[in-house]
């Protein structure tokens, strides 16, 4: 053998130990890593190992990830908004960047594990115990009369489409009470279960101002935002409060219409940080200036300021205030969960007078099924009985403005991803509540519409309310339950 071969088999085999001993060395720390911490192991790991040894420690880790292991539960991840196929309905799809919800363009109704992965995912927000801020229930609950009607219809989407919870309330009866049947999901889902307002949240915190307004802690709906330090060189600073009610404040130049996240920095404007951070960031907020004669943009950041400055306003009454709302104006029966930002010097127990200093207020609840009906029905009696908060709900629906946006018919074919909703149907804005729909243009109808099909419609003169709590919009027939009940009074 010549003395070339002889060193190429050498360095050959030498290569081939180095990779032995580094294969078994990283196997040694994967091994230590894991007895230490499981948290960065991926899913489809943690539950090979729940289903090969059901140790307590992997069972606690899947358990806090919403993994049904005991269904050898196979784990997509899809990098799109399209879910892969799959050949098992027992896989969950988990989206990339969609960390506690289904994100909103998905051409597919993803399967029920899926559904249910999300929704534990979700449920969590609400016990992080530096986010929110709990309100407990009423001594003397709203209590409601049903007198439940059954529809193929209904049973139809609850036991096939993406609704969690349907409920249709007329002239002070309860008609409709859907909620997905026994077995469908692995999670239990009651009168107990909470569910997330998203944007729903935009119209309770307008209500929540028509509230100071009625106690004397903010004057008008024509008040200028100019005694708010903390929003001093920003482009909301001395702007009457109706302009950022109907998301005329022109703050386009931030936050593009419909987004999340400012447009030089990319931030989340929930991005684990008060407002104050965004004021103080010339990227951001700082030094910023309204857009010209603006027209209707929606905002998510807009209606964060309004909360934050109906705590400035309220100030250290603010608990009183809150508590005195949901537990004797809307008589909850379960505890409110607001959600809230972190402080930026992480105070733990957070003070109030801190998170109103900071602006780490959000619009957010998560509540029952039948205490947004509460929340709803307090409307309705107010706007009624011409109370001042009814008034004020009514200046602003006089008030309202033109999304300025093309309106799609109830039956329109020619949208992506699903069916139409109220969002798609509404000509106009009031004060952070949709307005005037396709067909339906002589009934008062005031919209509060979520992220991921939330819906609370409510028909001020004609009695009926309809609460939808979802997985995912546009993938339940929001014509046949919202559309339809509130013009003929029940679902044909």
Known sequence: MSLLIRETLRAVIMNSCIRIVCVLIS????????????????DKTVCRLVESNG????????????????????????????????????????FYGSRFELPDKVERQP?????????????????????????????????FIKKIEQHKVIDREMGTKTAFSYLYYENGLVIYDAMPPDGRFSMVLDNSSYFS???????????????????????????????WPLMENTLYYGQPLIRLLNMTAGDANVIRSLEVRFIKTGRHIHGLAPLRTAARNSLELANTKPIGAAKYSYSNL???????????????????FIANFYQ???????????????????????????????????????ATRYDYLR??????????????????????????????????????????????????????????????????????????????????????DNSRIIVINAAKSRHYDTAKLGYIPLKYGRIK
């Open 197 to 227: 307002s998203h944007s729903m949240g935009k119209s309770i915190t307008s209500y929540l101002i028509g509230h100071a307004i009625c106690e004397g802690y903010i004057s008008s709906i024509d008040a200028p935002i100019s005694d």
């Open 111 to 143: 399967n029920d594990v899926t559904i249910a992965y999300y929704y534990k995912k979700n449920d969590t927000l609400r016990l992080r115990l530096q986010e929110a801020y709990k309100v407990d229930p009423s001594d003397n609950p709203v209590e």
């Open 375 to 460: 929340i709803a029905k307090a409307m309705m009696d107010d706007w009624q009985n011409d109370t001042c908060e009814g008034r004020y709900l009514k200046e602003i629906y006089n008030r309202r403005v033109p999304t300025n946006k093309r309106i799609h018919s109830w039956n329109s074919a020619d949208l992506n991803w699903g069916n139409p909703t109220f969002g798609h149907t509404a000509k106009t804005y009031a004060g952070q509540f949709w307005t005037d729909f396709y067909g339906l243009n002589d009934q008062k109808i005031m919209v509060m519409l979520g992220y991921n099909g939330q819906v609370i419609a409510m028909d001020m």
């Open 55 to 94: 140790g307590a420690a992997y069972v606690e880790e899947a358990s806090s990830r919403g993994l049904e292991c005991k269904a050898q539960i196979k784990v997509t991840k899809s990098k799109s908004s399209k879910p892969k196929s799959s050949k098992s309905k027992s896989d969950i799809t988990i």
């Open 328 to 366: 004797r104006k809307v008589r909850i029966k379960h505890p409110i969960y607001i959600l809230m930002n972190p402080l930026d010097n992480r105070i733990y127990p957070p003070p109030i007078d801190e998170r109103i200093k900071q602006g780490a207020g959000r619009y957010g609840v998560s």
């Open 27 to 42: 196997s040694l720390i994967a091994t230590h890593a894991l007895s230490q911490d499981i948290s960065g192991w991926s």
């Open 302 to 320: 807009t209606s964060d300021v309004l909360f934050n400055y109906m705590m400035h306003r309220v100030g250290l009454d603010f608990d009183t």
